[in-house]
């Protein structure tokens, strides 16, 4: 917390988050659901304090009262973007679940290192209050509401669409858009209100990509390949900015932390590329591909061409550097972004992936001419999976990163991570000349719950995060 008296929660600014205290505890979804174990889904708290007893350790865990929902992502009841409300707190964390559409409110505020869950809101509410399903973003509002986004209706067709909770009660207020305004599809979002604008994303149609992915599935249009861009106040669809092929599955969305920015970058899975999205001098909103990893031919592999598969990517909070992990291939990128249009490579570590030189997939032609990385081992345990889900510290020095994607994808592409568990890791991140260099004193082994190896998901600070965080 910043120290001021009479401050709401967070930092008043990105550059003042950056001096906050570092990281002692994390928090993780971790994910049953197509393991094969029959429990439920869990809020982890991890010890990352390295002046712990308990480092490197999860030192507490929350389950979900039912099963299957697939956890996900998370985001809070208010962020820095309540800084000027000294009645707000940071204290709950809202939990949505992507499959089962549950809701879940969890109190970190009593006890932060062991969470309690404090409300449970049903399907049903999003499925009639506001024709929705399968909750994915959550962000909390300036106005104390907090906004979800949505990928579906409640029959799986794709939808994206906004559900608004009372940041008091968490109940199902309504929709945030226009009724007829959803859009095709839906998944992430952020908002920039000093340019009026939303901007949201698309991933599928949920139950075209439940139990895994289907090439077919693009073709058939049930994945999505645009931007949508809604104007704030009004809650009005402006424009939907298509990126093509090869803007196909635009995942993760950042606008620049600075909130008099006007562009930020968005990445894009299928194509593994990415897009930077700005305001024209006309007062609309465009998109142009600054990053593009070329695919490898492989044999061995369920396609001849293995794409890279951008999945999670996050901004520094001195918006300098944009970090992204590709999914396929196995590696984490840092690219100094100080020229906006022409982010330049500066760090890149191998962690896992398809590729490893001892495995099953022998790579015929790499357009980058890198060689098969060797596995990743830490502490004598070789890492299955590959990284997805990045965190970055406060002060930019250190990366967390998980491996799981989403269980039925991760039971397609990296079945021995349903065997063995997820990972998290750490990264050591030059912030000078840029760089990444894997701590190989850190790490936590998902495949020892006491409960059966288990899926960790996206990671959470208590006090706030560069992913969470927006600011007015």
């Known amino acids: ?111 932060p290192r062991a969470p309690k869950i404090h409300k449970m809101v049903e399907p049903i509410e999003l499925y009639w209050k506001c024709g929705l399903a399968n909750p ?89 390949s645009a931007l949508n861009i809604w ?35 968005v990445g894009c899975a299928l194509n593994s590329t990415v897009f930077r999205f700005y305001k024209t001098a006309e007062g609309d909103w465009a998109a142009e591909k600054v990053i593009s990893i070329p695919s490898k031919k492989v044999e061995g592999w369920m396609l001849p061409e293995m794409p890279s598969l951008i999945t999670d990517i996050l901004i520094s909070l001195d918006d300098r550097y944009l970090y992204f992990s590709n999914w396929l291939h196995g590696d984490i990128r840092q690219y100094d972004i100080t020229d906006r249009r022409n982010p330049r490579l500066v760090g890149q570590v191998f962690l896992g992936g398809s590729i490893v030189r001892d495995g099953p997939i022998r790579v015929l032609e790499d357009p980058e001419n890198q060689q098969q990385p060797r596995p990743c081992i830490i502490k004598g345990k070789r890492i299955p999976g590959s990284p997805q889900m990045l965190q970055l510290s406060l002060d930019g020095r250190r990366l967390y990163v998980t491996t799981s994607l989403y269980s039925g994808w991760d039971k397609q592409f990296y079945p021995d991570m349903i ?23 850190f790490l936590v082994d998902f495949g020892k719950e006491p409960d059966g190896p288990v899926l960790a998901h996206e990671l959470r600070y208590p006090g706030g995060d560069c992913t969470s965080d927006i600011w007015l």
């Not at 050591?428 to 190989?440: A, I, M, R, S, Y």
């Open 231 to 265: 104007d704030w106040t009004t809650h009005k669809k402006l424009q939907r900015l298509d990126l093509g092929e090869e803007g196909a599955i635009p995942l993760e969305v950042r606008f620049l932390h600075d909130p008099s920015a006007a562009e930020g970058y």
């Open 419 to 441: 065997r063995e568990g997820s990972v998290m890791m750490q990264i050591d991140v030059d912030t000078v000349d840029g760089g990444l260099t894997l701590n190989e004193d």
């Open 1 to 111: 917390m910043a120290s001021c008296s009479g401050c709401g929660p967070g930092y008043r600014s990105p550059l003042d988050a950056m001096k906050g205290p570092r990281e002692e505890i994390l928090y993780l979804p971790c994910i049953y659901r197509n393991t094969g174990i029959l429990k439920p889904d869990y809020l982890a708290t991890v010890d990352v304090d390295p002046k712990s007893p308990t480092y490197c350790q999860v030192i507490h865990r929350l389950p979900m009262p039912n099963l299957r929902d697939e956890l996900h992502h998370s985001g809070w009841n208010a962020c820095s973007s309540c800084f000027d409300d000294a009645s707000k707190k940071r204290n709950f964390l809202i939990l949505p679940s992507l499959i089962s559409s549950r809701i879940y409110v969890v109190d970190v505020g009593t006890n």
């Open 136 to 224: 994915h973003t959550s962000h909390c509002l300036g106005s104390g509401q907090i906004m979800i986004s949505c990928m579906g209706d409640p029959s799986g067709n794709g939808k994206g669409g906004f559900v608004l909770l009372d940041g008091e009660t968490f109940e199902v207020i309504g929709n945030w858009e226009h009724q007829g305004e959803a859009v095709p599809f839906g998944y992430d979002f952020w908002y920039q209100p000093r340019h009026n604008v939303m901007i949201s994303t698309e991933w599928g149609a949920p139950k075209a990509l439940v139990n895994g992915f289907n090439p077919a599935h693009v073709q058939e249009g049930l994945y999505g």
